[in-house]
């Protein structure tokens, strides 16, 4: 699979595992125990993140997400996503989002091995709106 056919894979996986709860696409893209970098904080393992999918999807009822493939070279693929939702519940990194809708634009950059993601950068700017 070449890079573009694997971050839209990756970005098909995340609107399954985000929207519909189906984790099994995105596990098959992640090495267990990935590490995620998120400015100052980081996620670490696979579990982490499927921790953090269940827990959120309960908050985000009306999650859209959008992706789009930017460039790739070696093992490094890099995307642009955009997601939408409207908060059901206090986000500790979006005080007074609840029951505001939030637009988050991202950059990532992720590194493969073996055909999985070791490694991910994301960096993110984001708006909270009245709906």
């Known amino acids: 699979?070449?890079?573009?056919?694997?971050?839209?894979?990756?970005?098909?996986a995340e609107i399954e595992a985000w929207i519909n709860g189906n984790l099994t696409l995105a596990e098959t893209l992640e090495d267990p125990n990935v590490v995620y970098h998120f400015g100052t904080r980081d996620r670490v393992g696979w579990e982490a993140k499927k921790q953090t999918i269940?827990?959120?999807?309960?908050?985000?009822?009306?999650?859209?997400?959008?992706?789009k493939y930017l460039t790739g070279d070696g093992n490094l693929v890099a995307l642009s996503t955009k997601w939408r939702f409207t908060s059901k519940s206090e986000i500790p990194s979006l005080p007074g989002s609840i029951g505001k809708e939030v637009t988050s634009d991202s950059l990532r950059l992720m590194r493969l091995e073996n055909g999985k993601i070791v490694e991910g950068w994301e960096t993110s700017s984001r708006t909270i709106s009245t709906p």
């Open 54 to 67: 269940l827990m959120a999807r309960q908050s985000l009822p009306d999650l859209r997400i959008e992706g």
């Open 1 to 12: 699979m070449n890079l573009k056919e694997f971050a839209d894979t990756f970005i098909k």
